[in-house]
Nanobody, 126 residues
């Protein structure tokens, strides 16, 4: 069982930055492939980014490439999402997720992640 706790959300103006953190309770954090998803009001949950267990492979949805960076610190059992040049369209609840199955072509499929955090709100004003 893995518990995930997100933090770092808030209100920011367009063009600003935020860094989200996700702390995991896993005994062996390196067993887990980690992802970030988001859900805007009235919309389905969508993938944002993912990172493999060692941190040397990263995946992004096209809309955030060049603006967002996912990283992890395995010594701290934490995964991060650095978000720069934020846009109003980035407004959503952001969720951290974990799975034991390694990801590659299916990193963006939410149902393959077994563990989820409670989410953190990100609001970008225009």
């Amino acid at each position: 069982q893995v518990q995930l706790v997100e933090s770092g959300g808030g209100l920011v103006q367009a063009g600003g930055s935020l860094r989200l953190s996700c702390a995991a309770s896993a005994r062996t954090f390196t067993n887990y492939f980690m992802g970030w998803f988001r859900q805007a009001p009235g919309k389905e949950r969508e993938p944002v980014a993912a990172i493999n267990s060692s941190g040397n492979a990263r995946y992004y949805v096209d809309s955030v490439k060049g603006r967002f960076t996912i990283s992890r610190d395995n010594a701290k059992n934490t995964v991060y999402l650095q978000m720069n040049t934020l846009e109003p369209e980035d407004t959503a609840v952001y969720y951290c997720a974990a799975r034991e199955r390694p990801g590659f072509g299916d990193w963006n499929i939410a149902r393959l992640y077994a563990y989820w955090g409670q989410g953190t709100q990100v609001t970008v004003s225009s």
